[in-house]
């Protein structure tokens, strides 16, 4: 009887009418427990967290009831559970926090934003032929209103780690069945808030994310504001060919599997920032003969490059470089621009260590990686979802293996020019934006710097023995 008694003040919303009035038992206790968070505290080794309400957001119109089929590009990140990111807003304007992130307000938007992105109210669940599908039944985004004694400051560096998770990440991990979206609101000492948030990457990549929150924040500026891009769910649109076919040249392209290691030793999390003048630099470095290289190829080429060095590779071992790519506007027809899903391939270049870090040889490191992205195409893409539909093994969802990249390898996830600074819900635009734990050593996320500057923040998950060598290879020449 008390289990029930504190359940009940824990309410669950199940349309807009009831926000912050009424609470709904319409889910069993048995299920609200594996879901909802009771009044806690989190701890860690930075500060404590303190959870004061915990609730279920569903669409506040009614949404298709169904089973949503996964493209294969789909199902091949299912085991990666929860993209983890955190955004910091300070509360420069002097309203107080009682307006400051007004949660009735934000629990009004993101209800109607579900409306049109319906899959994150749902969960993941196994269709009749035992192949994982969302289930879209409207059973709601978590959203979750802590406090804290921490102030924006305290993170002034933006870098990753277990702490920033477990303090401002809601803890979905070991829900079953999975939560496809979960937010927590910390109102923050300083009067600043941090939004953390945990979507499910079998729900969306990073495009579809951020036009999620986009759309969100929006609502919340502008209740009346449109969806732009229309929302687009067809998924089939990335079935595989029937029958399908792997181009023999395909597999030299993209790279379908994660390779990872055994941790041979400790691993830190470090975030650096480039300003706008060494982008320029190092873009014309770069460029050679070409006249133009993108930011992305040319930091991806420096940071290869330097990692390399770091490591003290071979001069004769293979090393590889890999990285996601979108794969919406290389197929015929493009996708529509409001797909909603996952639509990124992984691709890769290659070479043997003296020719990648040899000081001359900078733009043709550089070379190599536009190769690879130019080599995709329509039949590159229709042959990688081939490929996925027939190596297709079904998993349960479970986290992916503990390990690392092996030291020949490393993997650039690039979020330059997303819309990261966009979400504001009416209270201005975030201070930053972070990816709030990476921990795997060898992967390198690649962000815009700030809200305009030009600058770009590099955030690399390495060997905490390579570190100092890394930052004096990456700023030496810039």
């Given at each position: 009887?008390?289990?029930?008694?504190?359940?009940?003040?824990?309410?669950?919303?199940?349309?807009?009418?009831?926000?912050?009035?009424?609470?709904?038992?319409?889910?069993?206790?048995?299920?609200?427990?594996?879901?909802?968070?009771?009044?806690?505290?989190?701890?860690?080794?930075?500060?404590?967290?303190?959870?004061?309400?915990?609730?279920?957001?569903?669409?506040?119109?009614?949404?298709?009831?169904?089973?949503?089929?996964?493209?294969?590009?789909?199902?091949?990140?299912?085991?990666?559970?929860?993209?983890?990111?955190?955004?910091?807003?300070?509360?420069?304007?002097?309203?107080?926090?009682?307006?400051?992130?007004?949660?009735?307000?934000?629990?009004?938007?993101?209800?109607?934003?579900?409306?049109?992105?319906?899959?994150?109210?749902?969960?993941?669940?196994?269709?009749?032929?035992?192949?994982?599908?969302?289930?879209?039944?409207?059973?709601?985004?978590?959203?979750?209103?802590?406090?804290?004694?921490?102030?924006?400051?305290?993170?002034?560096?933006?870098?990753p780690s277990p702490e920033?998770?477990?303090?401002?990440?809601?803890?979905v991990q070991h829900d079953?069945?999975?939560?496809?979206?979960?937010?927590?609101?910390?109102?923050?000492?300083?009067?600043?808030?941090?939004?953390?948030?945990?979507?499910?990457?079998?729900?969306?990549?990073?495009?579809?994310?951020?036009?999620?929150?986009?759309?969100?924040?929006?609502?919340?500026?502008?209740?009346?504001?449109?969806?732009?891009?229309?929302?687009?769910?067809?998924?089939?649109?990335?079935?595989?060919?029937?029958?399908?076919?792997?181009?023999?040249?395909?597999?030299?392209?993209?790279?379908?599997?994660?390779?990872?290691?055994?941790?041979?030793?400790?691993?830190?999390?470090?975030?650096?920032?480039?300003?706008?003048?060494?982008?320029?630099?190092?873009?014309?470095?770069?460029?050679?003969?070409?006249?133009?290289?993108?930011?992305?190829?040319?930091?991806?080429?420096?940071?290869?490059?330097?990692?390399?060095?770091?490591?003290?590779?071979?001069?004769?071992?293979?090393?590889?470089?890999?990285?996601?790519?979108?794969?919406?506007?290389?197929?015929?027809?493009?996708?529509?621009?409001?797909?909603?899903?996952?639509?990124?391939?992984?691709?890769?270049?290659?070479?043997?260590?003296?020719?990648?870090?040899?000081?001359?040889?900078?733009?043709?490191?550089?070379?190599?990686?536009?190769?690879?992205?130019?080599?995709?195409?329509?039949?590159?893409?229709?042959?990688?979802?081939?490929?996925?539909?027939?190596?297709?093994?079904?998993?349960?969802?479970?986290?992916?293996?503990?390990?690392?990249?092996?030291?020949?390898?490393?993997?650039?996830?690039?979020?330059?020019?997303?819309?990261?600074?966009?979400?504001?819900?009416?209270?201005?635009?975030?201070?930053?934006?972070?990816?709030?734990?990476?921990?795997?050593?060898?992967?390198?996320?690649?962000?815009?710097?700030?809200?305009?500057?030009?600058?770009?923040?590099?955030?690399?998950?390495?060997?905490?023995?390579?570190?100092?060598?890394?930052?004096?290879?990456?700023?030496?020449?810039?």
């Amino acid at each position: 009887m008390e289990e029930a008694r504190e359940l009940q003040r824990v309410p669950i919303y199940t349309s807009v009418d009831f926000l912050l009035t009424r609470p709904q038992l319409s889910i069993s206790a048995r299920k609200m427990g594996a879901v909802l968070s009771k009044r806690r505290k989190r701890k860690t080794g930075v500060g404590e967290v303190k959870v004061v309400e915990s609730c279920m957001v569903i669409p506040s119109e009614e949404t298709p009831r169904r089973g949503l089929w996964l493209s294969p590009l789909d199902l091949m990140l299912i085991n990666r559970g929860h993209t983890p990111t955190v955004y910091f807003y300070r509360s420069d304007s002097g309203a107080t926090v009682e307006h400051f992130f007004d949660v009735a307000r934000m629990k009004v938007a993101m209800a109607k934003a579900l409306v049109a992105f319906y899959p994150l109210a749902g969960r993941l669940g196994v269709g009749v032929h035992g192949r994982a599908e969302i289930d879209c039944s409207g059973q709601g985004a978590l959203f979750v209103v802590a406090r804290s004694g921490l102030t924006v400051d305290d993170f002034r560096s933006f870098r990753p780690s277990p702490e920033l998770r477990k303090l401002f990440v809601p803890c979905v991990q070991h829900d079953s069945p999975s939560v496809m979206c979960a937010v927590q609101v910390t109102f923050l000492k300083c009067g600043g808030v941090a939004l953390g948030t945990a979507m499910h990457h079998v729900a969306a990549d990073a495009i579809s994310a951020f036009h999620f929150f986009q759309t969100w924040s929006a609502i919340s500026r502008d209740p009346s504001a449109a969806q732009n891009p229309p929302v687009v769910h067809d998924r089939t649109l990335l079935r595989a060919r029937s029958p399908p076919f792997v181009h023999p040249d395909a597999i030299s392209v993209f790279c379908p599997k994660l390779n990872l290691s055994d941790l041979s030793g400790p691993i830190v999390s470090e975030t650096f920032d480039i300003s706008k003048d060494q982008v320029a630099a190092l873009k014309r470095a770069c460029a050679g003969d070409s006249g133009r290289v993108s930011t992305f190829c040319a930091l991806s080429a420096h940071v290869w490059r330097c990692v390399c060095v770091a490591r003290r590779l071979p001069p004769d071992a293979t090393t590889r470089l890999t990285f996601p790519a979108s794969v919406r506007r290389s197929l015929r027809p493009p996708l529509p621009a409001g797909y909603f899903g996952n639509g990124i391939i992984w691709l890769g270049a290659a070479g043997k260590v003296r020719d990648i870090t040899s000081s001359e040889n900078l733009s043709s490191v550089t070379g190599r990686i536009a190769g690879a992205v130019r080599r995709m195409d329509d039949e590159l893409v229709r042959s990688a979802i081939d490929y996925f539909e027939l190596t297709l093994v079904e998993t349960d969802g479970q986290p992916a293996p503990a390990g690392c990249m092996p030291e020949t390898e490393l993997r650039v996830i690039s979020w330059l020019g997303m819309p990261v600074y966009d979400v504001d819900f009416g209270w201005g635009k975030p201070l930053a934006m972070v990816r709030a734990e990476s921990e795997r050593a060898g992967f390198v996320y690649l962000m815009d710097g700030g809200q305009g500057g030009g600058g770009v923040r590099v955030h690399i998950c390495t060997e905490a023995e390579i570190l100092s060598d890394f930052q004096r290879l990456l700023y030496a020449k810039l």
